[in-house]
Nanobody
Framework: QVQLVESGGGLVQAGDSLRLSCAAS????????VAWFRQAPGKEREFVIG????????YAADSVKGRVTISRDNAKNTVYLQMNNLKPEDTAVYYC???????????????????WGQGTQVTVSS
């Protein structure tokens, strides 16, 4: 059984930075694909950024490209989402996800992930 626990969300102002953490228990992240998704009120869950360990492939959604990075600390079995220059439209519940993904093209699909965290709220005020 794998458990993912996100933390680091909160209320920030536009232009601020925030780093979210996702700690895993029960399984190592080291060979998994990991990603961050988000869901704003009244909207569908959307892909933010993901990393496939095999080949070191990372992809970010156009809406956040250049403002977010994903990183891992395999020793701590933790994945991070660093978000800079936050905008009010970044307000959402952020979820981390992990799974064994065979091809990088599936990195953006939430159906490709086996494990999900409970989410952490990020609110950006203007």
């Amino acid at each position: 059984q794998v458990q993912l626990v996100e933390s680091g969300g909160g209320l920030v102002q536009a232009g601020d930075s925030l780093r979210l953490s996702c700690a895993a228990s029960g399984r190592s992240f080291s060979t998994s694909a990991v990603a961050w998704f988000r869901q704003a009120p009244g909207k569908e869950r959307e892909f933010v950024i993901g990393n496939r360990w095999s080949g070191g492939f990372t992809y970010a959604a156009d809406s956040v490209k250049g403002r977010v990075t994903i990183s891992r600390d395999n020793a701590k079995n933790t994945v991070y989402l660093q978000m800079n220059n936050l905008k009010p439209e970044d307000t959402a519940v952020y979820y981390c996800a992990a799974g064994t993904i065979a091809t990088s093209s599936r990195l953006l699909l939430d159906s490709a992930y086996d494990y999900w965290g409970q989410g952490t709220q990020v609110t950006v005020s203007s």
